[in-house]
């Protein structure tokens, strides 16, 4: 029996685990797949000996990424400059959320400046935050669709999606009864960017109180014997 440990960057949620799963086990050979959400782990096992790069091109397809123990200096490396990019796109989602809010507000309206209550204005920032900070929700959701799988990234597309296009038709039509929710998908793409950053910093903190409290394991014992 041939066993293997890599990790798996990208998991959120327990789809993305049992769609991880169900992936390596169609992987020729493979008895046991065990994936752990929160430090990303896999354990595999298989009655055949597997190219890393079979698994790697696998997880790849579902828009995932496998590194090895290989990998691990320089993931550690890409996790530091995620976590950045990440926290720099949760602070203008926010900043765009909150200038947004005010606008639509009913009982804050009368004493913001009349350019946030402008449609157009708030079309320019909500297009900002659905198209460039969702970003990534529309890469991994494009990749499920393709292989007619769902997980939250899925979910977070069609709805701040259908948000964001109907706001987008009343704004366009001004004339008609429709009124714009640009707030609606601005927030929820905010919130859960804010839910994800907090997530890694958590699994960071956890990993190193792990790794901190496998350190503290004693090199050497001294038994004592009473005669």
Known sequence: MFKYQFFIKGLHCASCVYNTEETLKKINGVKKALVNLVDGKVYLESTVKINKKEIKDKISFIGYEAFFEEDLLNRE?????????????????????????????PKLMDYVPYFLKNY????????????????DFYKKGGIFFKNLKANMDTLVVIGTTSAY?????????????????????VVIISFVLLGRYLEEKTKIKTND???????????????LIKN
């Open 77 to 105: 490396k890409e996790k530091t400059i995620e976590l950045r990019k990440l926290k720099t796109k949760v602070f203008l989602g926010l900043i765009f959320s909150l200038i947004i809010f005010l606008g639509t507000f």
């Open 120 to 135: 157009y204005f708030q079309l320019i920032l909500a297009s900002i935050v659905q198209f460039y900070l969702g970003l």
């Open 165 to 185: 296009f109907y706001s987008l038709i009343a704004t366009l039509f001004s004339n008609s009864k429709l009124e714009p929710y640009f707030d609606v998908s």
């Open 209 to 223: 109180s792990i790794k901190r409290l496998i350190e503290l394991n004693p090199k050497k014992a001294t038994v």
